[in-house]
C-alpha cells in the first residue's frame, strides 16, 4: 500500500487545517487507517485512529479530543483528518498509516505515508 498524505502547512493558533491521505491499494475498507505525529524531539504520537465497519469506529488521543476528527472515504481511498482549534503544540510532521490491527501503537501499522508539515504560529 502507497500513501500520500497531503494538506499541512503553516496556520495560526486557533486556525484550522484539513490533511489528506491518498491509498494506492484496495480493497481500501479493509485497513484500519490511522494518524500519529511527530514533533522534533518527541516520539511518535497516536492522534487517531479509524476502522471503516462497525460504523466507522473512531477512537483519539487524549491531546487531540474534540478538536480533531478522522474521516474515509472508501470510494476515494482517501481518508482525512480535520484539524480544528489548533495550538502550537500541535505542531509536528503528520503521518498516515494502515494496517490490519485497530490500535493506538505505531508498532501495530504496516504501511506509512510520508508525512506532512504542520506548524502552529502562536
Known amino acids: 500500500v502507497q500513501l500520500q498524505a497531503s494538506g499541512g502547512g503553516l496556520v495560526q493558533a486557533g486556525g484550522s487545517l484539513r490533511l489528506s491521505c491518498a491509498a494506492s491499494?484496495?480493497?481500501?475498507?479493509?485497513?484500519?487507517m490511522g494518524w500519529f505525529r511527530q514533533a522534533p524531539g518527541k516520539e511518535r504520537e497516536f492522534v487517531a485512529t479509524?476502522?471503516?465497519?462497525?460504523?466507522?469506529?473512531?477512537y483519539y488521543g487524549d491531546s487531540v479530543k474534540g478538536r480533531f476528527t478522522i474521516s474515509r472515504d472508501n470510494v476515494k481511498n482517501t481518508v482525512y483528518l480535520q484539524m480544528n482549534s489548533l495550538k502550537p503544540e500541535d505542531t509536528a510532521v503528520y503521518y498516515c498509516?494502515?494496517?490490519?490491527?485497530?490500535?493506538?501503537?505505531?508498532?501495530?501499522?504496516?504501511?506509512w505515508g510520508q508525512g506532512t508539515l504542520v506548524t502552529v504560529s502562536s
Open positions: 498509516a494502515a494496517g490490519r490491527l485497530l490500535t493506538t501503537t505505531a508498532q501495530g501499522y504496516d504501511y
Open positions: 491499494k484496495r480493497p481500501f475498507s479493509s485497513y484500519v
Open positions: 479509524i476502522i471503516s465497519w462497525s460504523g466507522g469506529t473512531t
